[in-house]
C-alpha cells in the first residue's frame, strides 16, 4: 500500500502520510528513511484481516503491484515454498508441514480441518474477502 505525499500548509515541506497512520520511518534495521509504503502480507490466526502494516522506505519495499507492497522479510516468505491454512489463514514453512499439508496452528491436517470447530477469530478488524 502506497503513502501519500502532501504538502505542508504554509510551506513548511511535505509530509508522507501512510493510509493506515501517521508519517512513519521505514523500519529496516539501520534505515531511517521516511517510509513510503506499508506491507500487506496478509496475517493469520488471531491477526486475521490485518496485514504486516511495517512501514517501508522506496528501497526496501517490494512492489507486487496493485498498491500491493512486501516488506523485506515478507518477500522471503513470499519466495519461500509455503502453504496457507483454510482454517485459521497462517501460512506454514515447514517442508514436513507442507508436504503432508498440516497446519501447526490448528494442530491437524488440513482433511481433517472440517473435523474442528471453525477457528475463533477476534471479532473486530475482520474484513470480508
Ligand atoms: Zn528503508
Ligand atoms: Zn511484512
Ligand atoms: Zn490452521
Known amino acids: 500500500m502506497k503513502c501519500d505525499k502532501f504538502e505542508l500548509p504554509n510551506g ?6 501512510c493510509s493506515r497512520g501517521r508519517r512513519q520511518k521505514c523500519k529496516d534495521p539501520g534505515c531511517d528513511r521516511n517510509a513510503v509504503a506499508l506491507c500487506d502480507w496478509p496475517l ?3 491477526n486475521y484481516g490485518k496485514t504486516c502494516d511495517r512501514p517501508m522506505c522506496g528501497t526496501h519495499r517490494h512492489s507486487q503491484g496493485e498498491d500491493k507492497d512486501f ?3 515478507h518477500e522471503r516468505a513470499k519466495n519461500t515454498p509455503h502453504i496457507w491454512c483454510p482454517r485459521c489463514h497462517m ?6 508441514d507442507i508436504e503432508k499439508k498440516f497446519c501447526g496452528h490448528c494442530n491437524a491436517f488440513h482433511d481433517q480441518l472440517d473435523q474442528l ?3 475463533e477469530f477476534p471479532k ?3 474484513r470480508k474477502k
Open 12 to 17: 513548511q515541506g511535505t509530509a508522507i502520510i
Open 124 to 126: 473486530k478488524g475482520r
Open 44 to 46: 493469520g490466526g488471531p
Open 91 to 96: 501460512p506454514s514453512f515447514n517442508p514436513n
Open 117 to 119: 470447530p471453525p477457528y
Open 71 to 73: 516488506c523485506p522479510g
